[in-house]
């Protein structure tokens, strides 16, 4: 098949190596590309006698299902017809001539583990959310067949990755060499159909570390990182979580869910989704990042309404909480701290081991927590950009803390109070009168509806 590759591309084309590693700038034609080498290597593979040649894409979930599986079959199954769904449910795609692609989360490692396949793709494989064990299970999968292993990924932190790249420059007399890598690297605007004007753009309005890194396919260190201390410990599979503690989802559903939100039009409406463990402990799962909706639509569209026990939000939008009560949200704002006293009650929880992150649907957060710095100019204070679920992650946590976090968190599963006159509903002190009395939903009160029952089944609802 003759498609026209750029010189990037053209590069990891040619490449003989054993795991080749493309690492380039946004928009540079790495998930394009992804398909063009399956079918290289397919072709390879049939002259050496293999006649039905199997390989694993795997990729973070949300990325793998809008952007990876999406792209791969737009070339093989719209565009030139060779195969179609064995089990879309399972995410098993068979080729016409023999061979299935299997179709892989990165977000649970084990879910890769299975029979020997030929080849590997790993998508997006430098997120927080690709744990390195994934990458070990895909190693696994090949290695039987001697298969060929290609990554794409925008450089995001200095994990795993990195480390495999530094691996391949060692003398190959060094232990820790890996001489069967290779790393390809090139800009955005390696790809012809990247607009120079938008990577010039970037060049003059971003820091000079994240366009390095964004757009020019080359790692950097931040520096005056705000989450410098989040590492790789800190990012979590729902199994473990279930190993953890013992428990199957059955039990885990009954877990307390929270909500921190950050209101926004034209900038992000961001929500950050916790569920908070018998010892206290806080797992942040799941996001909602839209931008261009009303409060009205967020409010409806937003997932896990009745399942979240108590939403805190920005205490200077009296309007959107208002908004979001009168949708059936149980919201409140959050109390009212300084961006820093916030953030020290943040750290406080991740370095005391009671705040973990998901693997699985924080595409965003990842981002934010990889990118949201102190200012350079304002001593203690933070740059107002790459902010909007690190501010609802803020006053998720600040909220629950005020309730009781670490000690006893003031219960919300009822809305009612016992006194003189038998049970009467408590109103939210915390919320305005007028905002109060504007909303005409239970969800102004503190508390869930009687009987409510959370559902947490596996990783969360699939947007």
């Known amino acids: 098949m003759d ?192 607009p120079k004007r938008e990577f010039e753009r970037a060049r003059a309005t971003l820091p000079p570390w994240m366009f390095r890194m964004f757009y020019e396919g080359v790692w950097d260190r931040p520096a005056g990182l705000v989450y410098s201390m989040v590492e790789d410990k800190h990012w979590i599979s729902m199994n473990d979580i279930l190993e953890q503690y013992k428990v199957d989802e059955d039990h885990m559903n009954l877990w307390p869910r929270y909500a921190g939100m950050d209101f926004g039009y034209h900038a992000p409406q961001a929500n950050v989704y916790a569920i908070r463990a018998p010892d206290d402990k806080l797992f942040i799962f799941d996001e909602y990042y839209e931008t261009e909706k009303t409060n009205s639509e967020n409010a409806r569209e937003a997932p896990y309404k009745n399942e979240v026990r108590m939403a805190w939000g920005d205490p200077a939008a009296p309007e959107a909480i208002a908004e979001f009560a009168m949708g059936g949200w149980h919201v409140t704002r959050a109390p009212k701290f300084s961006v820093l006293e916030g953030l020290r009650i943040v750290f406080e929880l991740i370095l005391q081991g009671n705040l973990f992150f998901v693997r699985g649907n924080l595409t965003k957060t990842s981002r934010e927590l990889d990118t949201y710095m102190w200012s350079i100019k304002e001593a203690d204070q933070v740059e107002k950009m790459n902010d909007h679920a690190m501010d609802a992650l803020r006053y998720l946590c600040v909220g629950l803390r005020n309730a009781g976090l670490g000690r006893h968190i003031r219960s919300f599963d009822n809305p009612t109070s016992s006194g003189r006159m038998g049970k009467q509903r408590v109103p939210d002190p915390s919320i305005p009168e007028d905002v109060a009395k504007a909303a005409s939903s239970p969800g102004v009160y503190l508390g869930t509806r009687a009987n409510h029952k959370n559902r947490l089944q596996g990783l969360p609802k699939r947007r």
């Open 3 to 194: 498609m026209p590759l750029h010189e990037g591309q053209v590069r990891a084309h040619n490449s003989l190596a054993q795991v080749i590693a493309v690492i380039a700038g946004t928009g540079g034609g790495k998930t394009a590309y992804e398909p063009v080498w399956i079918l290289q290597e397919r072709e390879k593979l049939k002259a050496k006698g293999h006649k039905a040649p199997h390989g694993i894409v795997v990729a973070p979930y949300k990325i793998l299902r809008r952007t990876t599986m999406p792209t791969i079959l737009n070339l093989l199954e719209r565009k030139l017809k060779l195969g179609e769904w064995e089990s879309k449910q399972d995410g098993i795609w068979r080729f016409y001539d023999g061979g299935y692609i299997y179709f892989c989360s990165a977000d649970t490692p084990e879910s890769i583990e299975g029979a020997h396949v030929h080849w590997a793709v790993l998508d997006e494989a430098g997120q927080r959310q690709f744990p390195e064990e994934s990458f070990r299970a895909a190693e696994r999968r090949v290695r039987f067949n001697e298969g060929r292993i290609l990554i794409t990924t925008t450089p995001y932190v200095l994990g795993w990755l990195k480390d495999l790249g530094d691996a391949s420059l060692l003398p190959k007399d060094d232990p820790a060499a890996r001489p069967d890598v290779e790393i390809i690297t090139f800009p955005s605007i390696q790809n012809p159909r990247f």
